[in-house]
C-alpha cells in the first residue's frame, strides 16, 4: 500500500481506495464511504482570564452512522484542523465496524494549545464548544471520547453542559468520563492495554520474545505512558519515551513508574529525567 504524502486526510483516502480495490467496490460506494455524513465547524469564543477575547475552530466531523450513533474522540491540539478530525472520524467508523460494535464514526477537535489555558479556560472552551454540538450529539448521535489534550474532566463539562441544555442527566453522552458520575472501570487504561496486546500480537507474527525486546514510546500522556508501563511490567525493556518537547534515552531501561511521577509532580516533560541522555523525537524512532 502506498500512503498519501500529504495530510491524514489523504493517508485516509489512500487506504480507503486500496480497500475499495479489494473489494472490488463500484464508484458510488467508495464515494459513499470516503464522503462524510457530517462536517461541522464552529466558531468557540473564549473569554481569556485577563479579558482577551479568543475566537477559537471547533469542528465535529460524523462520518458514518449506518451502523449505530457515531463513536470518536475529542483532540485539543493547534495543528486539529478540518482535514486532520475527517481522516480520524473515518478511521473510527473503520474501527467499530472491524470489532463489530453498533457504532458509526466520528472526531471533533479543537485548533489550540491547552497546555497555555488556565484549567478556568478550559472548562469555558469546553463548555461553550459542547453548547454549539448539543443538537447533534447525544447517547442515541454522537458520544464524544477523551483524545490528545483532553481527559476525563473535558468529559464531565460536556456531559453536564448537555443535561443542563436537555434537562435531565445524560451519563451517556460522553464516555471516558470520571467513575463517580458513571465512567466505566479500566477505562482510563483501555487504550494502552490495546497498544500493548497489538505490540504482543505483533511480536508473536515475528517469533520475538518479549522478554528480549526493548521498546520506545512516541508521546508520553494518558495512552503512551501506560503503554509503557505495561509493555515494561510484561517483561519488555523501556530503553527511550518522549512528548511534543523532545525525548530521554537509557539503553540499559528507564522506570515508567519513576517518569510518570515525575511529570505528575510538575515536570511537565520528560525531558531532562536524571539519569538519562535527551534525544529528539526523530532519534527516538530511528533507535535499534
Ligand atoms: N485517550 C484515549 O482514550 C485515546 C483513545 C484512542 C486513541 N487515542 C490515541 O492515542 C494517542 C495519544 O493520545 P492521548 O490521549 O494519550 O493524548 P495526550 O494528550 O494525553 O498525550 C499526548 C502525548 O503526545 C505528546 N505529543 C504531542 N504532540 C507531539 C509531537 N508532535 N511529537 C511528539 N510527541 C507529541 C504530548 O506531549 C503528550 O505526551 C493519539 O493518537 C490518540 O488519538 C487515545
Known amino acids: 500500500m502506498i500512503l498519501g504524502t500529504g495530510s491524514a486526510w489523504d493517508t485516509a483516502c489512500v487506504q480507503l481506495a486500496d480497500a475499495a480495490r479489494h473489494l472490488d467496490l463500484d464508484d458510488g460506494m467508495h464515494d459513499l464511504l470516503r464522503t462524510p455524513r457530517r462536517s461541522i465547524s464552529v466558531s468557540v469564543p473564549l473569554l481569556r482570564d485577563d479579558g482577551q477575547l479568543l475566537v477559537l475552530s471547533g469542528y465535529r466531523v460524523q462520518h458514518n452512522l449506518a451502523r449505530g450513533p457515531a463513536k470518536g474522540g475529542l483532540r485539543y ?23 463489530g460494535i453498533p457504532y458509526g464514526g466520528a472526531k471533533g477537535g479543537i485548533a489550540v494549545e491547552p497546555g497555555l489555558l488556565s484549567r478556568q479556560e478550559r472548562e469555558r472552551m469546553t463548555r461553550r464548544y459542547a453548547a454549539e454540538l448539543v443538537p447533534l ?7 464524544p471520547a477523551p483524545d490528545v489534550g ?12 448537555y ?28 487504550t494502552s492495554r490495546g497498544v500493548q496486546l497489538a505490540a504482543f500480537a505483533a511480536l508473536r507474527e515475528l517469533d520475538k520474545d518479549p522478554r528480549e525486546t526493548t521498546v520506545a514510546v512516541q ?20 530503553v527511550a519515551v518522549s512528548d511534543v518537547k523532545g525525548g530521554v534515552h537509557n539503553g540499559a531501561g528507564l522506570n515508567p513508574t519513576a517518569l510518570i511521577r515525575h511529570v505528575a509532580r510538575g515536570g511537565d516533560t520528560v525531558v531532562g529525567y536524571p539519569g538519562t541522555d535527551t534525544i529528539t523525537n526523530a532519534e527516538l524512532l530511528e533507535l535499534e
Open 77 to 99: 491540539h493547534p495543528a486539529c484542523d478540518l482535514d486532520e478530525v475527517k481522516a480520524l472520524a473515518m478511521w473510527m467508523t473503520w474501527k467499530c465496524a472491524l470489532m
Open 137 to 143: 450529539i447525544g447517547p442515541d448521535k454522537d458520544i
Open 150 to 161: 483532553t481527559d476525563e474532566q473535558t468529559m464531565a463539562w460536556i456531559m453536564d453542559t
Open 163 to 190: 443535561s443542563t441544555h436537555t434537562g435531565h442527566t445524560a451519563a451517556g453522552v460522553v464516555t471516558g468520563k470520571p467513575l463517580s458520575i458513571g465512567g466505566s472501570a479500566g477505562r482510563a487504561g483501555a
Open 219 to 238: 508521546g508520553f500522556g494518558k495512552v503512551g505512558a501506560l503503554a509503557a508501563q505495561y509493555l515494561h511490567d510484561a517483561g519488555c525493556r523501556l
